[in-house]
DNA sequence: CGTGTGGTTGAAGTGCGTCAAACTGGGTGG
DNA sequence: CCACCCAGTTTGACGCACTTCAACCACACG
């Protein structure tokens, strides 16, 4: 993982905050911050897919959340983090120091604003993901990961996914079979055209968001 | 619903929001807010459980949490509800405007810290909740629960569960008659002693524990 | 070419849901 | 005081959706 300073390439969040910023690159796979970890820094994602995840005793994986541009890695509540983090793609992040952060947030109204509601999107983005795996069946969640995914990215009707099947299945609960078994299924049924793995046409956008129920 | 004025019972939180604080007191499973509602207030609960949830079209329910004394319902990122909330037993709660909070927040660093710690907290809470509905098995949810459970009512061995068995079901993921049998299981094997319904005597805490993977 | 990683597909197994019935305890009215 | 009721719960039998196990395929790279 290389470092170089940048305090020209922070965002709007983090202005004057420029020496405390690190920016990252990390090559495909690599780890960002392992769960366990003492949480000093927060990370912005500024290129690239990152997701973070968790693993039980057993080696099942739960994928908590993607991560796109602009989004926010690592913010904890406590001293260390509770997921690990890592690159799917080629990734650049930016790293502040928390307790740099911390600061500048007890006189920067605006941030500490900020850090709050993206604080409340996360819970909602989590208790979103809590109700599709609770209650939705695979083929309404792989509609579901879908329709959300081709937004967050802003994708009209054709998209690239930056992860395996294997990434999929682990954040909807399920395994890599059932995820290619349904994109299958919803390709046979014309809801979507998958030209290569990783890219996905959806046809009847409207009608793979009411597979969702 | 009955109101009352309660400036002396506030939270240490709501310090100097007196005048915009009232008191619910709500009978079993009285609405405290509805999906879609607009968010104008925040809520602390006093007394008894309450306990959010989401209904998906065709009637399905996903319970996002349960909520004991202290915690705080209804913070949220947009204009509106997202989840209905309910009291489980006769509920008292005190009712905040969120303008009132957000300006005294923009004053007083403490509170604005403990909004963001709140949110924090909220989030990593429905991250286990994903984490626990996408890849457990039936028996480790609902071991997983109890010792949960307990612990937040801060019970040594023994606890009364103000819910009933289907809205753990909707909370799990599971249904009523799943998390029956796996009881009646937990019991029969020695781990819990169910006196009644309402009742569980935890037995052998850590190897329940243990089932949680 | 061979090899390796990710993906697809089939067949068989199983854990939880569904359907159905019986039970329990608290409340009400005769 | 007892008969009845009713919501909540328990339990059984059966079915199905997803997992597991096992091949096979496709593309990238040496």
């Known amino acids: 993982m290389t470092l170089s300073s940048a305090t020209d390439q922070i965002g709007e969040a983090f202005a004057g905050l420029g020496p405390s910023c ?19 820094y927060v990370y912005q994602v500024e290129s690239g897919t990152a ?15 993607f991560h796109l541009p602009g989004e926010f890695i690592g913010l904890e509540a406590g001293v260390e983090h509770r997921a690990s983090a890592e690159g799917l793609t080629s990734v650049t992040v930016v790293a502040v120091r928390r307790s740099a952060l911390a600061s500048l947030a007890a006189t920067d109204l605006a941030l500490s604003r900020r850090l709050w509601e993206l604080a409340i999107k996360g819970m909602q983005q989590s208790q979103n993901h809590a109700s599709m795996l609770g209650r939705l069946g695979a083929l309404e969640r792989v509609a579901a990961f879908l329709v959300d995914f081709a937004e967050r990215v802003g994708a009209r009707d054709a998209m690239d996914l930056p992860m395996t099947r294997q990434d999929i299945a682990d954040y909807l609960g399920l395994t890599m079979h059932t995820v290619s078994r349904t994109l299958s299924q919803l390709q046979s049924e014309g809801f979507i055209d998958a030209r290569s793995s990783r890219h996905v046409e959806l046809r009847r956008q409207a009608a793979l968001a009411d597979l969702c129920a």
């Open 51 to 65: 997701c973070t995840y968790r693993i039980l005793s057993d080696g099942r994986r739960q994928v908590c959340e």
């Open 22 to 40: 690190v920016v990252l690159r990390l090559a495909p796979g690599e780890e960002i911050f392992g769960e366990g970890e003492p949480a000093d």
